[in-house]
């Protein structure tokens, strides 16, 4: 009897050590292949083929950006890197780069990715209407905009079918907005600044 009692404690002590030296392992898993990660305090910005996942390091609780719910221009992002404002850069096949910050883009970023894309967005800033002109006239019978505002929502999205468009912006709040236009040979983003 003491040997199967010795026998149980052994196996007991030796259970509790190989827990020890096997930490716990928490999968994350939603189907996509990762392709790009980045650490920003207690986030983990994680790019995959379904767009972007902000996972809190210390609740676990995943937050989800795509196509359909952000200003992202493609769901697949192979790079991401965090600048000292906070603001997240993302490579997207096919898109380009992306920028997102939760506190909006800083206006001491002068980038023209209006002009370098094709799509010219005028007068900015305004405070009642903005034109939407396409160069090299690259619009076509499939050509969508969408506008969305600093917190990536959706608040406009409409087809276009002339290279020159004008929209009224009278009723949005100030502040930055982002423009994206698509087709199935281009995705183009602009800014403006509502006044």
Request: overall charge negative; glycine content about 8%; hydrophobic content about 35%.
């Amino acid at each position: 009897m003491k040997k199967v009692i010795l026998l149980f404690v052994t196996l007991i002590s030796l259970i509790g050590f190989a827990d020890a030296q096997n930490p716990q392992w928490l999968y994350y898993i939603n189907g996509d292949n990762i392709y790009a990660l980045a650490e920003e305090g207690n986030d983990m910005w994680v790019g995959t083929n379904g767009g972007v996942v902000k996972l809190d390091k210390t609740t676990g609780i995943p937050t989800f950006y795509n196509t359909s719910n952000s200003g992202l221009p493609n769901n697949w992002v192979y790079s991401i890197t965090i600048d000292n404002s906070g603001t997240k850069w993302m490579g997207v096949y096919s898109g380009g780069l992306a920028a997102y910050n939760e506190n909006g883009i800083p206006v001491s970023i002068k980038e023209d990715i209006a002009t370098e894309y094709n799509l010219k967005v005028f007068p900015n800033p305004s405070s009642d209407q903005i034109t939407l002109e396409l160069l090299h006239n690259t619009a076509t019978k499939n050509t969508y905009l969408t506008i969305y505002n600093i917190n990536s929502q959706q608040l406009l999205h409409q087809e276009i079918t002339e290279p020159k468009t004008q929209i009224d912006i009278s009723t949005l709040p100030s502040g930055v907005y982002f423009v994206r236009m698509t087709n199935e040979r281009t995705v183009q983003v602009g800014k403006f600044i509502k006044q």
